[in-house]
């Protein structure tokens, strides 16, 4: 079973930083795929950003329009962990973030969904 923690949250003033920590600890899994999601209260859970080194050591990103040029996922494979390092945060990206894993491969947009491993979530609030 695949394990994913995340860690990092936490409360922020607006204009700040924080960066988020995902450790995959389990089985190995043949998807060289993970993201971020959240979902902030009264909506629906919503892609923030992936990234894929299927290609070895080739990574693909892609950011939400909303998060682009703010926040940047990043991985460390000595440690099974990926990142999120959001910066210039806003009252609208307060939310639960959670981690995902896929199971298997994709590509492009098609990266943005179809995930099958979750983690807990971690709280971040933004204050105004």
């Known amino acids: 079973q695949l394990q994913l923690v995340e860690s990092g949250g936490g409360l922020v003033q607006a204009g700040g930083s924080l960066r988020l920590s995902c450790a995959a600890s389990?089985?190995?899994?043949?998807?060289?795929?993970m993201a971020w999601f959240r979902q902030a209260p009264g909506k629906e859970r919503a892609f923030v950003a992936y990234i894929n080194w299927s290609a070895g050591t080739t990574y693909y990103v892609d950011y939400a329009d909303s998060v682009k040029g703010r926040f940047t996922i990043s991985r460390d494979s000595a440690k099974n962990t990926v990142y999120l390092q959001m910066n210039s945060l806003k009252s609208g990206d307060t939310a639960v973030y959670y981690c995902a894993a896929r199971g298997s491969s994709c590509s492009d947009r098609g990266c943005r969904a179809g995930y099958d491993y979750w983690g807990q979530g971690t709280q971040v609030t933004v204050s105004s």
């Open positions: 389990g089985l190995t899994f043949s998807s060289n795929v």
